[in-house]
């Protein structure tokens, strides 16, 4: 079993930065393929980026590829999303998933807004 606790969500201006983390507990972090998804306001849950168990693979949806980057710390349980250059577009709540969908977080809300 793996608890995930993400934070690091707010209002930020269009152009600016934020690094949301994603803390989990309990056993089997460091062996996961972890995801970040989206949903976006009155839309579907979406895909944003993947990075495997040790960090030598990475995935990104098209609309986020060279502005976001996901990384990890497996001693420290925890997986990071740095998002640069944000646009309104991506304002959505944004949730930490573990071992391809088995283990959810309850996600962190970000507002991109002038």
């Known amino acids: 079993q793996v608890q995930l606790v993400e934070s690091g969500g707010g209002l930020v201006h269009p152009g600016g930065s934020l690094r949301l983390s994603c803390a989990a507990s309990?056993?089997?972090?460091?062996?996961?393929?972890m995801d970040w998804f989206r949903q976006p306001p009155g839309k579907e849950r979406e895909f944003v980026a993947r990075?495997?168990?040790?960090?030598?693979?990475?995935n990104y949806t098209e609309s986020v590829r060279g502005r976001f980057t996901i990384s990890r710390d497996n001693a420290r349980n925890t997986l990071y999303l740095l998002m640069n250059n944000l646009k309104p577009e991506d304002t959505a709540v944004y949730y930490c998933?573990?071992?391809?969908?088995?283990?959810w977080g309850q996600g962190t809300q970000v507002i991109v807004s002038s």
């Open positions: 990075i495997n168990w040790s960090s030598t693979s990475t």
């Open positions: 998933s573990a071992n391809l969908g088995v283990y």
């Open positions: 309990g056993r089997g972090f460091g062996g996961y393929t």
